[in-house]
């Protein structure tokens, strides 16, 4: 990407800020333009991602999403909380997402709660644009409902990058505690 070659090979090249603005912006294009979800019209899970800039970041966790589709059915919403241009530009690109681009900056829990209500499925999942699922991820949260069909939400497994536990999901218990 673009990144790199600003980090790694600037201190010896003579490239300008307006050429490196615009390798990234076809990088970011190249990687958008390869990306194609599945799609539905009546998906089980709809995926809502709020994001606010961090292209890079929302495009890895697409690229994830692609590689690791399993058999539940699910549509991507993205709410785009007023962010610079060339990310509305360059999501556009993907190919089975359902973007919203907010005009004013909304906040994260109204971008939920928008998500929420153009959700299609049956399940509204929630991921934050720097996640990288894993295989099996979906439907193993999918197959917790189907186990418990009292469960009202299910958490999943996190794991740094480096292979650490983040956390472990959590209950919550009838009087609200958890």
């Not at 490239?15 to 603005?21: E, F, N, P, R, T």
């Not at 912006?25 to 899970?45: G, H, N, Y």
Request: charged share 20%; hydrophobic share 40%.
């Amino acid at each position: 990407s673009g990144d790199v070659v600003q980090t790694q090979l600037m201190p010896d090249l003579e490239i300008s800020d307006k050429q490196l603005a615009h390798a990234q912006k076809f990088a970011a294009f190249a990687r958008a333009d390869q990306i194609k979800l599945p799609t539905s019209s009546t998906p089980e899970v709809s995926i809502i991602i709020p994001i606010y800039n961090q292209l890079d970041l929302t495009l890895g966790c697409l690229e994830s999403l692609v590689r690791h589709t399993g058999e539940t059915g699910f549509e991507v919403i993205i709410i785009d909380d007023n962010s610079e241009p060339r990310v509305r530009e360059t999501l556009s690109r993907v190919q089975g997402l359902h973007l919203i681009s907010n005009k004013e900056n909304q906040g994260f829990i109204y971008n939920c709660n928008l998500g929420a209500n153009k959700a299609l499925g049956k399940y509204v999942l929630f991921l934050n644009n720097d996640t990288e699922v894993c295989s099996g991820w979906l439907d193993a949260m999918k197959q917790v409902f189907l186990d418990r069909p009292r469960a009202g939400a299910v958490g999943a497994k996190l794991v740094y990058p480096d292979g650490h536990l983040q956390e472990a999901g959590g209950i919550l218990w009838e009087d609200a505690s958890g």
